[in-house]
């Protein structure tokens, strides 16, 4: 196999430590459940396959692209490990949700800020997004197959966590049935159905970068309508 070119490896090598911060982070989610040594293995090939692909006339840089693709890489190692319980397996499916969620948003940040633009925006922009990722969090744990077959609940699941994932679960259906006709297809075959976000994006003919800020717009939206019910 060739060696990949001197830039490539130039990035890779420079931005490894990222690797390690990343799968500390991650690893803190799941405590003793995984290796943080298997989990920096996951993520340096992530790191390797984001030096490869990485295209810097986006006009993102570099590590900020990388940490996406560290974290989802690490991400998919441990959601392969057929070893961990199914809360576990729960844990990682919002994990990727949140990540999916980021990675739409770095889609658009690619595009100019709007003229004006203050770091008070900045600041409303940063907010929106972490309620944006807690919300996918939120809908990938309520829509866990336990909890979109509605079973009683599980050896370590309390019947109130099984009643409060019911209730989220059906506030979910009723705001994802309001969503614009694409965004409510895309967020039912993703998270209730549990197809791949490229396999729904091939069969809406849809480019992967555009399903997936639709997909962070869509989970914008579940935010905002969640709360106005909360509230």
Do not use: C
């Amino acid at each position: 196999m060739p060696e990949d070119p001197p830039e490539v490896l130039e990035r890779f090598h420079e931005t490894l430590e990222l690797v390690q911060i990343v799968a500390r982070q991650v690893a803190r989610s799941f405590g003793q459940s995984v290796e943080v040594t298997d989990l920096e293995s996951y993520g340096r090939e992530g790191l390797l396959n984001a030096a490869r692909r990485f295209d810097a006339e986006r006009g993102v840089p570099f590590r900020a692209y990388a940490n996406y693709r560290v974290r989802g890489a690490i991400i998919d190692g441990v959601r392969a490990d057929a070893r961990l319980s199914r809360r576990m397996h729960e844990k990682t499916r919002a994990l990727q949700a949140a990540a999916t969620t980021s990675e739409g948003t770095l889609e658009d940040l690619q595009a100019p800020s709007p003229a004006g633009s203050t770091a008070a925006d900045a600041d409303v922009a940063l907010s929106s997004q972490l309620a944006s990722m807690a919300t996918a969090m939120a809908v990938a744990m309520a829509t866990s197959s336990d909890a979109s077959q509605e079973t009683l609940a599980s050896a370590d699941e309390s019947p109130e966590e099984a009643t409060s994932k019911a209730e989220l679960l059906e506030l979910v259906r009723e705001a994802v049935a309001e969503l614009p006709d694409q965004e409510s297809e895309l967020v039912r075959r993703h998270y209730f159905d549990g197809e791949r976000l490229d396999h729904v994006a091939t069969s809406l003919g849809l480019s992967k970068s555009w399903v997936s800020r639709l997909h962070t717009r869509a989970v914008d939206r579940l935010t905002r309508r969640l709360r106005s019910v909360a509230g």
